[in-house]
């Protein structure tokens, strides 16, 4: 069973609004319970950059394993930054 561009496109698109109306609503939530300041605009982000860590450990651990879910955690804590330093240096040797 093939799928068309057409169908993948729509696909994407409607994960990228998903994504949208996810922090939309989290951004509309955090005004709601801290009012007009400086904490409400930056609740979100937060919230969605600390739980990223831990999504991603269950999503991998279920894929491949445990040891595999810690270490794509840690390169991911990281920054990926070992990782693209050995890309880099690999491509010059």
């Known amino acids: ?6 169908d993948r496109r729509q696909g994407r698109i409607a994960w ?3 994504g949208l109306f ?5 951004s509309r939530l955090a005004y709601a319970l ?7 605009p930056r609740f979100a982000p937060r919230l969605l950059g600390a739980t990223t860590p831990l999504l991603l450990f269950l999503c991998a651990r279920w894929l ?3 040891r595999t879910a810690v270490a794509a955690v840690l390169v991911h ?17």
């Open 64 to 66: 491949f394993g445990t």
């Open 34 to 40: 801290f009012g007009p300041g400086e904490l409400a």
């Open 77 to 93: 804590l990281r920054g990926g930054v070992g990782l693209r330093k050995g890309l880099q240096l690999r491509g010059t040797l």
């Open 16 to 18: 990228f609004l998903c």
């Open 1 to 6: 069973m093939s799928h068309s561009s057409d």
């Open 22 to 26: 996810l922090f939309a609503t989290l």
